[in-house]
């Protein structure tokens, strides 16, 4: 720490920005590192048995087992989309069809306040760029397929490879 403050010092601006966001990274990584008990964790991928009693649930006669579905599939976030669409392309009910397309509206919404942490928090990372960034970075990468967080770790480590290669 006491290097990379000093390394503040140099003429090189490039130099100068790495070092600060040296200095400031060390509480965003502690706070941030998965295999520490950080607040970051990989998506953890859904159940698809749950998930098929619960799109199951969606054409409960009573209101309240359809309701509660509802709510618990949209809680589930983007990697319920191709299960969303595989039924409707089953051509479901009028009920099934009008939850479905308003869970699938949800999804596209504004991301909720845990899904906006994680994706500045991995803007933060990609930019730190240090070798612990990267770490973090691969963890969060290995979460659910479909998860919006899991692409957006992927994504900035190809751009992080993309950086550190030759003739760039």
Do not use: C, H
């Not at 720490?1 to 990274?25: D, F, G, I, N, Y």
């Not at 950080?38 to 087992?65: H, I, Y």
């Not at 051509?91 to 899904?115: D, F, H, M, W, Y």
């Amino acid at each position: 720490m006491q290097a990379a403050v000093r390394s503040l010092e140099p003429e090189s601006s490039e130099l100068k920005t790495k070092a600060a966001l040296t200095v400031a990274s060390k509480p965003l990584l502690r706070y941030s590192d998965p295999t520490r008990g950080g607040v970051l964790q990989p998506v953890a991928a859904v159940d698809a048995q749950r998930v098929k009693k619960l799109l199951a649930d969606l054409d409960s006669e009573r209101f309240a087992v359809r309701d509660a579905a509802t709510k618990e599939l949209t809680a589930m976030g983007e990697q319920l989309e191709p299960a969303l669409r595989r039924v409707l392309e089953s051509k479901p009910s009028l009920e099934v069809r009008n939850r479905v397309q308003a869970i699938q509206a949800s999804l596209r919404g504004v991301p909720s306040i845990p899904t906006l942490r994680t994706l500045r928090a991995i803007r933060a990372l990609e930019d730190i760029g240090t070798t612990e960034a990267r770490q973090i970075l691969r963890k969060l990468a290995d979460g659910a397929t479909g998860a919006r967080e899991t692409r957006e770790a992927n994504k900035a480590l190809d751009r992080l490879a993309l950086r550190r290669s030759p003739g760039r």
